[in-house]
């Protein structure tokens, strides 16, 4: 099927991806890919999980893979280990899917400074911003919940250590890809806050 994201393209929208998840989370993958599992990050996943989708088969290749080829002006989030896994076919067979990305004319930053200097985006000069090897970490942390945990006293949340200064935050990735596709055609941007679902999974209301 279809994506939204290709649809707006087809249309002659900017278009932006953005998530508090691994970029090939579900909900950000499904808006640049097409393949059989969700789990299919990079071309290692995919040999194991869904071959018919690997490129040396004829496929449209991993979830990263199909990143690359889609080009949304400004995709941000996390998911920067997968980009590290190499090509096995096609024309970057052997390099990494990072050193693919650049080749391909994306704009890489790794931290809110980065993202900050940043001033334009478009199809020739993507931007893709990876501020985390995995999910970006939550802004809190506490105990997890407990059976019976609600007839206890309350806890207090704390900042979590390892949301840094240098990781940008949900507003300020939102505020960021809004500028750099708003113009008179208008635009199609998707926005995720994934550790509400992540976190809830997890028993912990703190990151939640």
């Known amino acids: ?26 909900t950000p993958a499904a808006l640049v890919s097409h393949i059989s599992q969700r789990g299919c990050y990079g071309p290692e996943e995919t040999a194991e999980e869904c071959p018919e989708a690997l490129l040396e088969d004829g496929g449209p290749g ?8 889609a080009r949304a002006d400004v995709t941000l989030g996390g998911g920067a280990e997968t980009f590290e896994q190499e090509a096995v076919a ?33 199809e020739d000069a993507p931007v893709l911003g990876l501020f985390s ?19 206890e006293g309350a806890e207090e949340c704390t900042e979590h250590d390892e949301r840094t200064d240098d990781i940008p935050d949900l507003a300020t990735m939102t505020d960021k890809a809004i500028e750099l596709l708003d113009d008179d055609e208008g635009f199609f941007l998707q926005v995720e806050g994934a550790s509400i679902d992540k976190e809830n999974h997890a028993h912990n209301p703190c990151g939640q």
């Open 1 to 26: 099927h279809e994506t939204i994201l290709e649809m707006a393209q087809e249309a002659g929208l900017r278009t932006g991806n953005v998530s508090t998840a691994e970029i090939q989370d579900a």
């Open 133 to 151: 090897e995995g999910n970006m970490p939550v802004r809190w942390e506490g105990p997890l919940a407990t059976e019976g945990g609600a007839e």
């Open 90 to 122: 096609g024309d970057w067979e052997g390099m990494t899917l990072m050193e693919q990305a650049e080749d391909r004319g994306y704009q890489i930053v790794t931290d809110a400074d980065e993202l900050g200097a940043v001033d334009s985006a478009d």
């Open 62 to 69: 991993s979830i990263t893979e199909q990143y690359l080829e």
